[in-house]
């Protein structure tokens, strides 16, 4: 029902349901071909080694059918990017936002360094990072990590949203931890200014906080007029230091 849609991306729709009266996100393939059947496959891999309370659940699947289908444990608020770019804005003190920032950071890190086998998103973004009812965050869309498959590090298909996709990765194919490294440090500054990231150099979020990071008090003027008000000066000077690290 198109009325049940919550997200698409390029792999499918996502849709809301019901499984034995719990309600769940249900990830349904666009094509029907084998080789999307594979991804799919893929990813199910993926995720069965990934289990964190950052990341979001893999319930489980449906391969036996036309349509291959994923089914996600559901989180409420939507994402991140819907939340920071919501119209009225939603209110969001500094805490809520280092809560997000840190639970993101922990489910990069258990991808990383914790899994039997290191697992690389290859698309870290505020729209593939899902709140829950009180704002934990939750890494979702592992499409790029199914394409790469498991232990390569290669690949041709540099599918990401290109606003947050590594330059390094763009132009080597490499994907690399320092790659969602990358990625998360310009999530980092979309959470703390509260502005979109955008291509291009004369309406780069990103240049824009580089040239300001280089004068003396860095670049906290540029930071969401809600969290400034604070008197949390010294977390937003180290906050702009670590997204100065990551890019």
Do not use: W
Not at 8 to 32: E, H, M, W
Not at 119 to 139: A, M, Q, R
Not at 167 to 177: A, T
Request: charged share 20%; hydrophobic share 40%; aromatic share 6%.
């Amino acid at each position: 029902q198109s009325q049940n849609v919550i997200g698409k991306g390029g792999f499918g729709q996502v849709y809301k349901g019901l499984l034995d009266n719990q309600v769940v996100a249900i990830k349904k393939s666009i094509n029907v071909d084998k080789s999307q059947e594979k991804q799919f496959a893929n990813e199910i891999i993926i995720q069965s080694r990934v289990i964190h309370k950052n990341i979001v659940k893999l319930i489980g699947c449906c391969l036996e059918v036309d349509v291959p289908m994923l089914v996600y444990e559901f989180v409420p608020k939507g994402s991140l990017d819907d939340i920071l770019h919501s119209s009225p804005k939603v209110s969001l003190r500094l805490d809520i936002r280092l809560n997000i920032a840190a639970g993101a950071a922990e489910g990069l890190a258990h991808m990383h360094s914790k899994t039997s086998t290191t697992i690389l998103h290859g698309d870290i973004k505020p729209g593939n990072i899902l709140l829950d009812e009180n704002f934990d965050p939750k890494i979702s869309d592992f499409g790029i990590s199914r394409l790469i498959a498991i232990d390569i590090a290669h690949t041709k298909y540099v599918i990401g949203d290109m606003c947050y996709v590594d330059p390094i990765y763009i132009q080597s194919g490499l994907l690399m931890k320092q790659s969602d490294v990358y990625s998360f440090g310009i999530v980092l500054l979309e959470l703390l200014t509260r502005k979109k990231a955008a291509l291009g150099e004369n309406n780069s979020l990103i240049k824009t906080f580089l040239d300001a990071y280089t004068q003396e008090n860095g670049a906290i003027h540029l930071f969401d007029a809600e969290i400034i008000a604070g008197k949390d000066m010294e977390i937003l000077r180290k906050l702009s230091m670590i997204i100065s690290e990551c890019l």
